[in-house]
């Protein structure tokens, strides 16, 4: 095994194919792409290594019959080119085991856990009666506690907050090595005696106290005196040392006990919600996984899946977390025993995603300590940035790290410069107050030495200040692509879309209702499908108002994929599909060389690279932060019974330093230095070609500490305000000229980013066909040409979208566009059914008020069964039915028209006449 410690921009993605296409012509196997397994953590990401590995092993293949035969077979046989995601991976592992898990196998995996934690919440408050007694006099007694001490309570976001700490992988994990229940660890009897030990070691506590001295009101937490105060009395000192980490663990835990409280419920209700819905949550799937896993041999695990790989490649090792390591390790060990051969790549210093239970240490020491005789290289090289960028970046991590104490993790920090470049770039520090008008002049200075608006990245903390930031520039007249321009919320047709559904759903929405009364636009009754109901109402606000969907493509299609992926799941309930929508941001793609500004956040930029990176609001990278985690209480040699020992949703501030979760609190605080840290690397090594920092300027104080060489550090700007000295503005090198940038072919062009796919027409280039005995005809015609059937199937289609005859060019355009008719052919429909059309101007009536045409209108008879009739003319309570037909004649035709009359005629309608229509031969026959 190797083990490849990779910094930014030094060729990770070149050594991942090099090292996969070695494997595939070293084998002597025929099919060696079967046996590799390549694994990294985003689509895109999986996307990138394919299409390096193809174009390395084309090249390959012009002068080598070895690497060309491998690359025949690898096309030829695609499904087998195993890049995936770790998750995708694990998930078809997880199908293989449907059966040992309990699962149907046509279960989903459902991403959204939050949302199934709001309907829980839901269902359990929907649910309280006055039978559920237990559950409501623990609410009760929350309720009264609140109001005693004057804190506020809500019942619901007790349980919100409740279920996301249950459902969180560090709860998983510790409640799993500590052999926990979640349900039972909190049962209501267990969590009334431990709260009554801690009021009881609480009102001891403030008894002594105040018999010192020392009081606070009825709810507050008992300050620790001062210094002096301390000094002058003994046995003040004494109470105010050890018994008073008791005190602050009691009070503590006092607070967390009615959240914890409705934990039973919570588990009941979810694990129910899911079974119903028959989902998986990935952290879920990928546990149960590990059960499996941990029980088995590899070969078994091959078996049930159905492949064997001799060789696995890992990419960004260092986002995986225990679990996906503890899955993946039995296979390796596999590996290793047998083959070798295997790749692990990543680096510390990018580790970002603790928030996702990536675990740096993992690459850092696990993998060594697991497989001692692995071979460790470290890539040293940058063939991303300028040598300006990266003799920055070299300087400030050594002495940012050491000033952190965390020179282990940033040891192989220092990197050479491997690209040639005549222009050794640059790297701007500001410190102002205006950090926005910064951006704007950054970007026209970039502008103005020949940089493209897709050129310009624009990295912020969080979503907030990126909002800021593309405010600011929008006002500018600066093109941008944010978040919130990817939004899907962000559409106006999407938002008029949703404010239809709401009216639906809400007559008495006002906006909705504006907008339906403007469109003339009568709801159904009921529906029955919400994605075809969607899609009708999108179809009457394209008639309404055409211009507005320029440029929402899109943003339609994303819309309508979250609601079939949900409708998949949820069933067809509208008022929680709106309720869906309100809680859950949806993003489409971001376009790749789009003539803008990009602005993202550091965690998205992660993997990326820019020409010319602006680095506003650093200010807001704190060195740590209060969190709540879950964290293990030990009660050994302590006042408490052991029935307190177990794990508690901690917030690891002043409070837990002060009691028994002191450790926790400390290494809390490393971890998220190096996290921190991490991000600050992250965000300053996507520059190739120049870098500009902007930060709030430091505080008075903060500026005079730094003058006497005392700064105490609060965020990564002070630090970094700190490594320059204490200058305001700093510059090193020169500014780049990118009108003498190299530039690839394919990034030669920038493109208009309009949320729009480009549409070519299909003009006798396409005419595709379900079956071949229709399309392909025994006198060299195709198609329409060859088949009356498919002719008919077309001219059906294209009068079922004509209401009035004005619609007909628009239909068969339609039908040439989707290449079901060539220009041609085009032309002879549209010719012949403008005859046929003006031949019955009483079924195709022009524009009338005192007239209403129904195309394809569907009714249902009282068993239920669908029948559609082609066209009915509505005048009054008088209706006329017309079938159209393009066979022979048959029987059964005139059986289907009467069932027509006699439906329409239950629901009141006089029938006028009912006719079948063989529109070429312009027969009609009246069935009475």
Same mark, same amino acid.
């Given at each position: 095994?190797?083990?490849?410690?990779?910094?930014?921009?030094?060729?990770?993605?070149?050594?991942?194919?090099?090292?996969?296409?070695?494997?595939?012509?070293?084998?002597?196997?025929?099919?060696?792409?079967?046996?590799?397994?390549?694994?990294?953590?985003?689509?895109?990401?999986?996307?990138?290594?394919?299409?390096?590995?193809?174009?390395?092993?084309?090249?390959?293949?012009?002068?080598?019959?070895?690497?060309?035969?491998?690359?025949?077979?690898?096309?030829?046989?695609?499904?087998?080119?195993?890049?995936?995601?770790?998750?995708?991976?694990?998930?078809?592992?997880?199908?293989?085991?449907?059966?040992?898990?309990?699962?149907?196998?046509?279960?989903?995996?459902?991403?959204?856990?939050?949302?199934?934690?709001?309907?829980?919440?839901?269902?359990?408050?929907?649910?309280?009666?006055?039978?559920?007694?237990?559950?409501?006099?623990?609410?009760?007694?929350?309720?009264?506690?609140?109001?005693?001490?004057?804190?506020?309570?809500?019942?619901?976001?007790?349980? &919100?907050?409740?279920?996301?700490?249950?459902?969180?992988?560090?709860?998983?994990?510790?409640?799993?090595?500590?052999?926990?229940?979640?349900?039972?660890?909190?049962?209501?009897?267990?969590?009334?005696?431990?709260?009554?030990?801690?009021?009881?070691?609480?009102?001891?506590?403030? =008894?002594?106290?105040?018999?010192?001295?020392?009081?606070?009101?009825?709810?507050?937490?008992?300050?620790?005196?001062?210094?002096?105060?301390?000094?002058?009395?003994?046995?003040?000192?004494?109470?105010?040392?050890?018994?008073?980490?008791?005190?602050? =663990?009691?009070?503590?835990?006092?607070?967390?006990?009615?959240?914890?409280?409705?934990?039973?419920?919570?588990?009941?209700?979810?694990?129910?919600?899911?079974?119903?819905?028959?989902?998986?949550?990935?952290?879920?799937?990928?546990?149960?996984?590990?059960?499996?896993?941990?029980?088995?041999?590899?070969?078994?695990?091959?078996?049930?899946?159905?492949?064997?790989?001799?060789?696995?490649?890992?990419?960004?090792?260092?986002? =995986?977390?225990?679990?996906?390591?503890?899955?993946?390790?039995?296979?390796?060990?596999?590996?290793?025993?047998?083959?070798?051969?295997?790749?692990?790549?990543?680096?510390?210093?990018?580790?970002?995603?603790?928030?996702?239970?990536?675990?740096?240490?993992?690459?850092?020491?696990?993998?060594?300590?697991?497989?001692?005789?692995?071979?460790?290289?470290?890539?040293?090289?940058?063939?991303?940035?300028?040598?300006?960028?990266?003799?920055?970046?070299?300087?400030?991590?050594?002495?940012?790290?050491?000033?952190?104490? &965390?020179?282990?993790?940033?040891?192989?920090?220092?990197?050479?410069?491997?690209?040639?470049?005549?222009?050794?770039?640059?790297?701007?520090?500001?410190?102002?107050?205006?950090?926005?008008?910064?951006?704007?002049?950054?970007?026209?200075?970039?502008?103005?030495?020949?940089?493209?608006?897709?050129?310009?990245?624009?990295?912020?903390?969080?979503?907030?200040?990126?909002?800021?930031?593309?405010?600011?520039?929008?006002?500018?007249?600066?093109?941008?692509?944010?978040?919130?321009?990817?939004?899907?919320?962000?559409?106006?047709?999407?938002?008029?879309?949703?404010?239809?559904?709401?009216?639906?759903?809400?007559?008495?929405?006002?906006?909705?209702?504006?907008?339906?009364?403007?469109?003339?636009?009568?709801?159904?009754?009921?529906?029955?499908?919400?994605?075809?109901?969607?899609?009708?109402?999108?179809?009457?606000?394209?008639?309404?108002?055409?211009?507005?969907?320029?440029?929402?493509?899109?943003?339609?299609?994303?819309?309508?994929?979250?609601?079939?992926?949900?409708?998949?799941?949820?069933?067809?309930?509208?008022?929680?599909?709106?309720?869906?929508?309100?809680?859950?941001?949806?993003?489409?793609?971001?376009?790749?060389?789009?003539?803008?500004?990009?602005?993202?956040?550091?965690?998205?930029?992660?993997?990326?690279?820019?020409?010319?990176?602006?680095?506003?609001?650093?200010?807001?990278?704190?060195?740590?932060?209060?969190?709540?985690?879950?964290?293990?209480?030990?009660?050994?040699?302590?006042?408490?019974?052991?029935?307190?020992?177990?794990?508690?949703?901690?917030?690891?501030?002043?409070?837990?330093?002060?009691?028994?979760?002191?450790?926790?609190?400390?290494?809390?605080?490393?971890?998220?230095?190096?996290?921190?840290?991490?991000?600050?690397?992250?965000?300053?090594?996507?520059?190739?070609?120049?870098?500009?920092?902007?930060?709030?300027?430091?505080?008075?104080?903060?500026?005079?500490?730094?003058?006497?060489?005392?700064?105490?550090?609060?965020?990564?700007?002070? %630090? %970094?305000?700190?490594?320059?000295?204490?200058?305001?503005?700093?510059?090193?090198?020169?500014?780049?000229?990118?009108?003498?940038?190299?530039?690839? =072919?394919?990034?030669?062009?920038?493109?208009?980013?309009?949320?729009?796919?480009?549409?070519?027409?299909?003009?006798?280039?396409?005419?595709?066909?379900?079956?071949?005995?229709?399309?392909?005809?025994?006198?060299?015609?195709?198609?329409?040409?060859?088949?009356?059937?498919?002719?008919?199937?077309? %001219?059906?289609?294209?009068?079922?979208?004509?209401?009035?005859?004005?619609?007909?060019?628009?239909?068969?355009?339609?039908?040439?566009?989707?290449?079901?008719?060539?220009?041609?052919?085009?032309?002879?429909?549209?010719?012949?059914?403008?005859?046929?059309?003006?031949?019955?101007?009483?079924?195709?009536?022009?524009?009338?008020?005192?007239?209403?045409? &129904?195309?394809?209108?569907?009714?249902?008879?009282?068993?239920?069964?669908?029948?559609?009739?082609?066209?009915?003319?509505?005048?009054?309570?008088?209706?006329?039915?017309?079938?159209?037909?393009?066979?022979?004649?048959?029987?059964?035709?005139?059986?289907?028209?009467?069932?027509?009359?006699?439906?329409?005629?239950?629901?009141?309608?006089?029938?006028?006449?009912?006719?079948?229509?063989?529109?070429?031969?312009?027969?009609?026959?009246?069935?009475?």
């Amino acid at each position: 095994m190797k083990i490849l410690k990779a910094s930014a921009g030094s060729g990770k993605t070149y050594r991942l194919s090099k090292t996969y296409i070695d494997l595939l012509l070293d084998s002597r196997e025929p099919y060696p792409y079967r046996h590799i397994l390549a694994v990294t953590f985003t689509n895109k990401a999986t996307a990138e290594m394919k299409a390096r590995i193809l174009r390395d092993l084309a090249k390959l293949a012009a002068t080598d019959p070895r690497a060309e035969r491998v690359l025949i077979d690898l096309l030829h046989d695609y499904g087998a080119f195993s890049v995936s995601t770790i998750d995708r991976f694990f998930q078809q592992a997880l199908k293989a085991f449907s059966r040992e898990i309990g699962q149907f196998a046509d279960y989903q995996i459902e991403l959204d856990k939050e949302s199934l934690i709001g309907e829980t919440m839901d269902r359990i408050l929907d649910s309280l009666t006055e039978d559920s007694v237990e559950l409501l006099e623990w609410i009760q007694a929350a309720l009264a506690d609140a109001l005693d001490q004057g804190k506020r309570f809500r019942v619901d976001e007790g349980l &919100l907050d409740t279920g996301k700490l249950l459902k969180n992988d560090e709860f998983r994990e510790l409640s799993e090595h500590l052999g926990l229940s979640g349900a039972e660890a909190f049962g209501k009897d267990r969590l009334k005696r431990i709260r009554e030990e801690c009021r009881t070691l609480i009102r001891e506590f403030r =008894t002594r106290a105040s018999a010192l001295g020392v009081e606070a009101a009825p709810g507050e937490l008992l300050k620790k005196p001062g210094k002096k105060a301390l000094a002058a009395s003994e046995e003040l000192a004494a109470l105010f040392d050890e018994p008073y980490r008791y005190y602050c =663990t009691a009070f503590l835990l006092d607070g967390l006990l009615y959240q914890l409280g409705l934990a039973g419920e919570f588990y009941k209700e979810f694990d129910a919600l899911s079974a119903e819905k028959n989902v998986l949550c990935l952290d879920e799937s990928n546990s149960l996984l590990r059960k499996i896993i941990g029980g088995s041999d590899a070969p078994f695990v091959y078996e049930k899946m159905g492949v064997r790989y001799e060789h696995f490649l890992l990419d960004e090792f260092q986002d =995986t977390s225990h679990i996906q390591w503890d899955n993946f390790l039995p296979l390796l060990q596999e590996s290793e025993s047998r083959t070798g051969g295997n790749l692990i790549v990543g680096d510390v210093k990018q580790s970002i995603y603790r928030f996702r239970d990536s675990d740096w240490e993992l690459l850092g020491s696990e993998v060594q300590r697991t497989f001692p005789d692995a071979e460790v290289e470290s890539m040293q090289g940058n063939w991303r940035s300028t040598r300006t960028v990266v003799g920055f970046n070299n300087r400030f991590f050594l002495w940012a790290a050491g000033q952190l104490g &965390l020179q282990d993790i940033y040891a192989d920090v220092k990197q050479k410069v491997m690209k040639a470049d005549p222009q050794d770039g640059q790297v701007r520090v500001s410190f102002r107050d205006d950090q926005l008008e910064a951006v704007r002049e950054s970007v026209l200075d970039a502008r103005r030495r020949g940089a493209r608006w897709g050129d310009i990245a624009v990295l912020v903390r969080g979503k907030k200040e990126g909002a800021a930031v593309a405010a600011h520039l929008i006002a500018n007249a600066i093109p941008v692509i944010s978040d919130d321009s990817l939004l899907l919320k962000s559409s106006p047709v999407v938002r008029r879309l949703v404010s239809l559904l709401s009216c639906y759903e809400n007559p008495d929405d006002g906006i909705g209702r504006f907008l339906a009364d403007a469109m003339d636009l009568t709801f159904p009754s009921e529906y029955h499908s919400l994605v075809d109901f969607c899609e009708e109402l999108l179809r009457a606000m394209y008639e309404w108002d055409k211009t507005s969907f320029d440029g929402q493509v899109l943003y339609i299609q994303a819309f309508m994929d979250d609601l079939q992926e949900w409708v998949q799941v949820n069933g067809n309930k509208l008022r929680y599909y709106l309720k869906h929508w309100e809680e859950k941001d949806i993003y489409i793609g971001s376009p790749e060389n789009a003539a803008s500004v990009r602005i993202l956040t550091i965690h998205k930029a992660k993997g990326l690279q820019f020409p010319h990176v602006i680095f506003p609001f650093a200010d807001k990278v704190e060195l740590c932060r209060h969190e709540v985690h879950w964290s293990e209480l030990q009660t050994a040699r302590t006042p408490f019974s052991p029935e307190l020992q177990g794990i508690y949703p901690v917030d690891l501030g002043s409070l837990a330093e002060a009691s028994l979760f002191e450790e926790a609190v400390l290494q809390e605080r490393h971890a998220q230095l190096v996290d921190n840290i991490n991000l600050f690397y992250v965000a300053l090594t996507r520059a190739e070609k120049s870098l500009h920092i902007i930060a709030k300027l430091p505080s008075k104080k903060c500026r005079e500490a730094a003058a006497k060489g005392r700064l105490e550090y609060g965020n990564f700007s002070e %630090l %970094l305000y700190g490594f320059l000295g204490g200058q305001e503005e700093y510059s090193a090198g020169k500014p780049y000229d990118f009108a003498q940038m190299e530039r690839d =072919t394919e990034d030669s062009q920038e493109l208009d980013f309009q949320g729009k796919y480009p549409s070519f027409g299909l003009d006798g280039r396409l005419a595709p066909s379900q079956e071949a005995d229709d399309f392909f005809g025994d006198e060299g015609l195709t198609g329409v040409d060859a088949s009356p059937r498919l002719r008919g199937i077309v %001219l059906h289609d294209i009068l079922s979208k004509v209401t009035v005859p004005q619609d007909l060019d628009d239909a068969v355009a339609d039908a040439i566009r989707d290449g079901r008719l060539d220009a041609a052919g085009g032309q002879k429909a549209l010719a012949l059914l403008h005859q046929r059309i003006a031949a019955h101007p009483g079924w195709f009536p022009a524009p009338d008020a005192s007239t209403q045409v &129904l195309n394809e209108k569907s009714l249902f008879d009282s068993d239920g069964e669908e029948y559609r009739p082609d066209r009915v003319i509505l005048r009054g309570r008088r209706a006329v039915i017309v079938d159209y037909k393009f066979g022979q004649e048959k029987e059964s035709y005139r059986i289907q028209l009467r069932r027509y009359a006699r439906l329409w005629h239950e629901l009141g309608y006089e029938i006028d006449g009912a006719y079948i229509w063989y529109v070429e031969e312009d027969k009609t026959t009246e069935v009475k």
